[in-house]
């Protein structure tokens, strides 16, 4: 339910299970699913030639939508310039580009090819079936992620928890359990946003090499 400061999550796992059991108990919800047009893919070819990305590269969105939670999703804006740094130290030159996607608004990352704005929803989901890695946090593209079964690093907050709208099963998701979770607040947290600033960068970027590892980098 929803009331003038927060939501309040039903019990009973995956939402969409839970919506789903309205109708039928046998409907097992795995993933959301997404079919693209020829012209869609042509658009999203188009970009990758107009871009010259001949090699594998990683998509990053670092930006939230904040129209129902405030920044309560968001990770530092300097953590994801670290993660993009030390990916880019660690990994060395012949490995994946790093590309940011997401709204133009999004503040731009240093060390990126810069695709903000570039694409719709639909378009920069393709673009994520293309790439070797998504690393977001829990919102729009991370279901898109899941959609176009695209190996993910989900850097979570406490407003809902992985078990209630990821894909724990599918994603390497950083989540730190703390007592005021889930809150589903729709503003300031009280706490300092305990959730998501104590997830450290080193932590973001293991889980990242270790997803890359055998499937990039020869």
């Not at 829990?138 to 279901?143: A, P, Q, S, T, V």
């Not at 300031?188 to 889980?207: A, F, G, H, R």
């Amino acid at each position: 339910k929803e009331t003038r400061k927060k939501f309040e999550w039903k019990d009973g796992g995956n939402v969409a299970t839970v919506i789903l059991k309205r109708f039928s108990n046998d409907i097992a919800y795995d993933k959301p699913e997404l079919y693209f047009s020829d012209r869609e893919l042509s658009r999203v070819n188009q970009l990758i030639k107009t871009f010259q990305l001949k090699k594998d590269f990683i998509t990053i969105e670092s930006g939230t939508k904040s129209d129902w939670f405030g920044d309560l999703r968001a990770w530092d804006f300097e953590k994801w310039q670290n993660l993009v740094n030390s990916l880019s130290s660690s990994l060395g030159n012949n490995c994946p580009l790093i590309l940011q996607i997401g709204l133009k608004k999004t503040d731009l990352l240093d060390g990126v090819i810069d695709f903000r704005g570039l694409t719709n929803f639909r378009e920069a989901s393709i673009l994520i079936s293309k790439s070797k890695l998504f690393i977001g946090t829990d919102g729009g593209l991370m279901h898109a992620a899941r959609s176009v079964q695209t190996k993910s690093v989900i850097i979570w907050g406490g407003v809902t928890l992985p078990e209630f709208a990821g894909y724990p099963n599918h994603h390497s998701i950083i989540c730190n359990y703390v007592p005021c979770s889930p809150c589903g607040l729709k503003g300031k947290c009280p706490n300092e946003n305990i959730c998501l600033s104590t997830i450290e960068v080193s932590d973001v970027k293991k889980l990242s090499i270790a997803s890359l590892k055998n499937d990039t980098c020869s």
